[in-house]
């Protein structure tokens, strides 16, 4: 069915990669990685097929001499602590130790060798885990609630319908040759924290009386996504019961297989059939395929809290809690995964979650074990009570080992947090997200403060620099922050963030968040105060 709905446009409006596609389905590649390529080495793979690595949940590593990246699928975040020790081993064995955790609570790998891909592959398959269609045109992994099943804030547990839609997906050939990346994010959390208004589709918490009783159920919404051009998610005019997330899930994907664009890759998003379309038209068609939808009801998301949980709090089960710790710019390692998984597992209900803002969470915890599980070697690092602006900093790859990205950004982050703690005090938490690259894998729009990374021409040749953005926030008020004008050169970002920061803490209300300063004061204030700073320096 996938390359039928290829096949109806006119071939000349199609670009290059469509062709790859229809020549070859990117899951072919696995067995082909298995069977050929790891047999006969790294300059055995022709281009094309180097192209469908994606499929296998794998990219080249900078500067493409021989090395992999590789992202794990993990629905919802949750891992179990078998799975979290399989994971730390692959790390350990093949990718030098190094467990990254990404902004859609995957969990990413560098220094692969394509050798050792099967037993990657075989052993990731052992504990239930798969790095498959983890990136490629395909509906990648399913963001949700990380704390899915104990969370006092959700109308209903989604892991179940996490699940359901995933093992629809995964695999299925007839979804394996989407127009572009695909994104879903399933919730039921009252603080919208599998961040909705960015996804391709997204499901959050709504009710609707129905002939007479109040049914729990969603929201659709459709057509979100980030990368050069953002666009928040819109939401459809229909009420979802809870087991009719998978029909609508098929049908809007079938939508995006059978009508999204496909002659150029930067404009193939569904969010651009959805910005052309309008929703009125999609939930026309939508309605085509599945039939008739109740019309909305009540949306019960409430606020936003970007899913940061730093500390110890209550489950809505008695007597038990979850932990959350920071793991500075989403970098840890398999030693200690496998000392999580072993608390996990001593002290709490056996799994590790992982959240968008690229922690972790401990949960299932008893009254009586906590202070004991504070106590652990681990948790000194990735505690549960980090300094302000470490714990909301969130960094992509960036070149260090990702050939689109222009500048380093994981260090450089960790760097400049750890500067803005010991230069300002503030009781206020503003998150800072950079990114190496417009594809904003780093979610920076999404930021309080959001950088960018690009190249200065200087007398000493071409330098690291970055371009600032301020006021992003997701909610019931969802709005991507504002460019000011002035590039910042790698070296002076500390110092930039500090005199804008200073700035909010010198002028800023009783109580007054970073977001709602940037929007009394508006964007001229802030730019005037770059331009004075950059003159200065």
Request: hydrophobic share 40%.
């Amino acid at each position: 069915m996938a390359y039928e709905a290829v096949w109806m446009q006119d071939p000349a409006k199609l670009n290059k990669f469509e062709f790859i596609k229809m020549e070859k389905d990117g899951l072919d590649v696995i067995r082909t990685i298995i069977e050929k390529y790891a047999l006969e080495g790294y300059d055995s793979i022709p281009e094309d097929d180097m192209n469908r690595f994606k499929w296998a949940g794998v990219y080249e590593q900078k500067p493409r001499d021989g090395y992999f990246m590789m992202r794990v699928r993990v629905n919802s975040g949750v891992i179990t602590a078998a799975q979290a020790r399989a994971l730390a081993s692959i790390g350990r064995d093949y990718g030098r130790g190094l467990v990254d955790i990404t902004t859609r609570q995957a969990i990413q790998y560098h220094w692969l060798q394509v050798q050792d891909l099967p037993d990657i592959f075989k052993r990731l398959e052992e504990v239930g885990m798969y790095s498959y269609e983890a990136c490629g045109d395909c509906p990648r992994v399913i963001v949700g609630n990380p704390l899915v099943g104990i969370d006092k804030d959700e109308l209903l547990d989604t892991k179940q319908l996490v699940d359901e839609v995933n093992d629809y997906f995964l695999m299925n050939r007839d979804f394996s040759n989407l127009p572009r990346k695909y994104k879903m994010s399933i919730s039921s959390s009252i603080y919208n924290n599998a961040h909705a208004e960015i996804n391709d589709l997204a499901f959050v918490p709504a009710t609707k009386v129905i002939d007479g009783e109040e049914v729990i159920g969603f929201h659709a919404y459709v057509g979100g996504g980030l990368s050069a051009k953002p666009h928040l998610a819109k939401e459809l005019d229909i009420f979802v019961r809870p087991e009719e997330v998978l029909k609508v899930s098929v049908g809007v994907t079938t939508i995006f297989r059978d009508h999204g664009y496909r002659e150029k890759r930067h404009h193939a998003r569904l969010k651009f059939l959805v910005a052309d379309w309008g929703v009125e038209k999609f939930k026309e068609e939508l309605i085509k395929l599945i039939g008739e939808m109740p019309s909305k009801g009540e949306n019960k998301i409430i606020g936003w809290q970007a899913a940061y949980y730093d500390g110890v709090f209550p489950q809505k089960q008695e007597g038990l809690n979850y932990i959350g710790l920071n793991v500075p710019v989403g970098r840890t390692n398999s030693d200690e995964f496998e000392q999580l998984a072993d608390l996990a597992d001593k002290f709490g209900d056996g799994t590790l979650r992982t959240t968008m803002s690229q922690n972790i969470l401990l949960s299932g915890v008893p009254d009586d074990k906590v202070e004991e599980v504070l106590a652990a070697p681990v948790l000194q690092r990735l505690t549960p009570n980090p300094k302000n602006f470490m714990s909301r900093t969130v960094s992509c790859t960036g070149n260090e080992f990702c050939n689109l990205a222009v500048v380093e950004t994981k260090e450089r982050a960790r760097r400049v947090a750890q500067y803005l703690d010991e230069q300002v005090e503030l009781d206020e938490k503003i998150r800072i997200h950079f990114i190496g690259c417009p594809n904003a894998c780093g979610q920076k729009q999404i930021a309080d403060i959001g950088l960018q990374g690009a190249l200065v021409k200087t007398p000493e040749g071409m330098v690291d620099a970055f371009d600032i953005a301020v006021g992003g926030i997701l909610g019931p008020n969802a709005a991507f922050n504002q460019p000011l004008k002035g590039r910042v050169k790698g070296d002076n970002v500390g110092d930039v963030l500090k005199q804008l920061i200073l700035f909010y803490k010198e002028e800023r209300g009783e109580g007054e968040t970073f977001h709602n300063f940037v929007n009394r004061v508006g964007v001229p204030a802030f730019q005037e105060k770059l331009t004075a700073i950059l003159a200065a320096s």
